[in-house]
């Protein structure tokens, strides 16, 4: 295709010849050839149509009414055999539009083999001299059958009336009506010469025994016919034809032998073919709505609107021609699809549209179900050579598969320069990076040869996914698959693989919530669909730490047959019993200790998850509850000890001035009293110095302090920390960690900071084991 039909600007007359000239040399033209749009080809061409009709009117009258032209018509005949003679040497060099890729072939031997394959044979049987050889073969009527093949140039005249139907400037109505009647008129003609021939056949003694010889009109009788006046003979048989189709008689004119019987069976039964072509044919322009005329209407409207634009006359030329292929195609059968019932629909667009689906390289490895959604919501779409689908940088909502043809990926520079990236062959897909990543159309996809598609909306495509997580995983790997190597394709990858991260993320996200409000059905279908159970969310959290801390038993139990890790821990440290533990849940802590969970917490300060466990251990609710109130207070002796033994504290008051201890007490649960009695006097043993009462004392904490910020690095690699005892008063601390670490510091220029620089403001805020920075203020 020329850029400059391709663009659609308006081409002077010097400019259509310059076009005419280039696509000569660059279509690859081999050897001399005829352009069909130059004036001199028109011309001949138009002189040809009126051979045609010439021929097809006088060749049945020849057959029927001659043995042999006379002199005056014989010339005439010569000349017009002639003439078609010339034609046929003259379509061996004619260009043609190419149906598939919609290029002018120009190549000779190309338009000669099609030429060869197509009406060759019938246009030269149509030129031999068969009034000859009739009068060589001893007057034959064999022979002079062959003469009807020169009814085959009737074609020319049909090509004309359907090139007349979509002109524009001559009414729809007019021309239809028009070739409505010059069928019905060329078929009575030629039954009308026919049936004359059947009666002269017969010999002169026995003419009475024809239609015409019997025939009587008042006290007219039609004897020794053969000497009428040719007009009259001709109208009296076109008169009998006319009758015979329309069936309204035969009380004057009636078959008479055999011959003509036969000849009339046959010719009646084509005129009920042919009275319902004329019947369908009037029917439809009163209905209106058939393709020639919707095609008209269209062009019509684009001319009204390039002439409101001032838009160049010759770029018609184009319109026609891409507006012509779809009515001209029969490849895109969407619109007979939708008269079939839904259930047949269905099965013949699966067997249409399924071998090519799943052989996109995109859809690789996805499940038989996916691809079956796919199918179902696919729909054709043909496209010529030259059309731009997409541009690079527009919004994508349609995902396409290529079925036939072939088409090419373009990148667009700033300045103007192009760069071909890809070819796209059958079965391969584009828009999906657009659609998977919603990004902009990284390239500019055009076709190259005429090619049908198969396209679905962002929408379905998106819902189908939705269900279908598995399967979504495969098409983003499938994605990737063959594009890090590209140079081209380095921008493309990066926003692939921040895209499958981000869907990674957002499904840990989906399943996360589920298992947090406890929707049992949804989190198996989730899992079903390909989600991993062990995916940590942003705060490293699971589905079972969430499941554990709402205290949802049946999703706790299905994610642990589902074989998830119970032992793992969350950014902070908290495991799934511990969760479970903190909550109060204590039927699922003993399901969790059944399965191997443990609560093994260390004092060693390079393990961080222990320590933020402990400090979790000692925590307190809005009523200074701790987890080992709740775990007395229910009674539940597991849950106590298994705290006791992580080192919770049996001395820690609520709001009330109750400790775990007086809850135990409460409950009259004798076993736990004295469980809780022996861990008093552990952690009372512990300090032996201190002047407060056992009720009032604290577990006694410790913590790390660093003489940097947290967010540098020291420049001294050996420049260490110390841990001390967290004392009663953070002004007491920061002297503590000044005199450890040799620093000449008040406590009025100093703040303690933790990990976050977050100030610490009481030393009640500092948990077991917690990381702390000693940094100076400046006043």
Not at 16 to 38: A, L, Q
Not at 229 to 244: C, E, G, N, P, Q
Not at 709 to 726: F, I, R, T
């Amino acid at each position: 295709m020329s850029e400059i039909e391709q663009n659609g600007s308006a081409m002077t007359e010097k400019d259509k010849r310059e076009e005419e000239r280039r696509m000569r040399v660059t279509e690859g033209s081999r050897g001399f050839f005829i352009y069909p749009r130059s004036r001199w080809y028109r011309a001949w061409d138009k002189f040809i149509l009126l051979c045609a009709v010439y021929s097809s009117i006088g060749t049945p009258i020849e057959f029927g009414f001659f043995r042999g032209l006379p002199k005056h018509l014989y010339l005439l005949d010569i000349l017009n055999q002639t003439a078609f003679f010339i034609d046929i040497f003259v379509q061996f060099f004619v260009a043609y539009r190419d149906i598939d890729t919609e290029k002018m072939i120009t190549d000779q031997n190309l338009i000669a083999l099609r030429y060869l394959k197509s009406h060759f044979i019938f246009d030269l049987l149509a030129c031999m001299p068969w009034d000859m050889l009739y009068w060589v073969s001893g007057r034959k009527e064999e022979v002079r059958y062959l003469l009807l093949i020169r009814l085959v140039r009737a074609r020319k005249v049909l090509d004309f009336f359907s090139m007349l139907e979509k002109d524009i400037r001559i009414k729809y109505l007019f021309s239809r009506i028009m070739k409505l009647i010059v069928v019905e008129f060329y078929c009575t003609h030629t039954a009308a010469c026919i049936f004359y021939y059947l009666a002269t056949t017969m010999p002169a003694s026995q003419e009475e025994y024809t239609w015409i010889g019997s025939l009587k009109l008042g006290d007219y009788s039609y004897s020794n016919f053969r000497d009428i006046d040719l007009l009259k003979r001709y109208v009296t048989s076109l008169y009998f034809a006319i009758i015979t189709m329309t069936t309204v008689g035969y009380g004057d004119i009636h078959a008479v032998n055999v011959r003509e019987m036969i000849f009339i069976m046959v010719y009646v039964s084509f005129d009920m073919v042919l009275a319902a072509y004329l019947g369908g044919n009037i029917t439809a322009l009163v209905v209106r709505g058939s393709k020639p005329e919707i095609y008209r209407e269209r062009i019509k409207n684009l001319l009204k609107y390039m002439d409101r634009n001032k838009l160049g006359k010759d770029i018609r030329y184009r319109i026609r021609d891409q507006l012509r292929s779809p009515y001209d195609s029969s490849q895109t059968d969407s619109a007979v699809l939708q008269d079939l019932p839904s259930s047949l629909r269905a099965t013949v667009i699966e067997n249409l549209y399924k071998p090519h689906i799943e052989k996109v390289p995109l859809f690789k490895g996805c499940s038989l179900e996916f691809i079956n959604q796919i199918v179902s919501r696919v729909h054709e779409e043909f496209f010529p050579p030259g059309k731009v689908i997409m541009e690079q940088g527009s919004v994508v909502d349609q995902l396409y598969f290529i079925s036939d043809g072939k088409l090419e990926e373009v990148v667009v520079y700033e300045g103007g320069p192009k760069d071909a990236v890809s070819i796209l062959n059958p079965h391969d897909s584009f828009g999906d990076v657009s659609i998977l990543c919603n990004i902009p159309e990284p390239y500019t996809v055009r076709v190259s040869e005429r090619c049908l598609l198969l396209r679905i909306d962002k929408q379905s495509f998106s819902n189908i996914l939705k269900i279908y997580f598995h399967d979504k995983r495969k098409i983003l790997a499938n994605l990737l698959e063959g594009k890090e190597s590209n140079v081209h394709m380095k921008h493309v990858v990066s926003e692939i693989k921040a895209h499958i991260e981000l869907q990674e993320a957002q499904l840990a996200l989906r399943l996360n919530n589920a298992a947090y409000k406890g929707d049992l059905s949804r989190l198996k279908s989730l899992i079903r669909a390909g989600a991993d159970p062990n995916k940590k969310n942003f705060d490293g959290r699971t589905p079972l730490h969430l499941a554990a801390s709402k205290g949802h038993e049946d999703i706790t139990l299905f994610l642990i047959q589902e074989g998830v890790d119970v032992n793992t821990s969350d950014n902070f440290g908290n495991t799934p019993l511990l969760e479970a533990i903190k909550r109060g849940h204590d039927n699922i802590a003993s399901l969790l200790i059944k399965e191997g969970c443990s609560l093994t917490i260390t004092d060693r300060d390079t393990i961080s998850s222990p320590s933020v466990a402990r400090g979790v251990l000692h925590s307190k609710d809005y009523d200074f509850r701790t987890p080992l109130h709740v775990a007395t207070a229910r009674g539940s002796y597991v849950l106590a000890e298994l705290l006791v033994k992580a080192g919770a504290s049996v001395l820690s008051k609520d709001r009330w001035g109750n400790t775990p201890l007086d809850e135990a007490r409460l409950s009259g649960n004798e076993i736990l009293i004295n469980l809780l009695e022996e861990a008093k006097s552990s952690q009372l043993s512990e300090f032996p110095s201190s002047s407060q009462e056992p009720s009032d004392r604290k577990a006694r904490r410790k913590c790390t302090i660093y003489p940097f910020q947290p967010w540098e690095l020291p420049k001294d690699q050996n420049k260490y920390g110390v841990v001390l005892w967290v004392p009663d008063t953070l002004d007491e601390l920061i002297e503590t960690a000044a005199d450890h670490l040799k620093l000449d510091l008040s406590p009025n220029s100093c703040i303690i900071v933790t990990a976050d620089a977050g100030k610490i403001v009481d030393v009640d805020m500092i948990a077991n084991g917690q990381k702390l920075y000693l940094i100076t203020t400046k006043e």
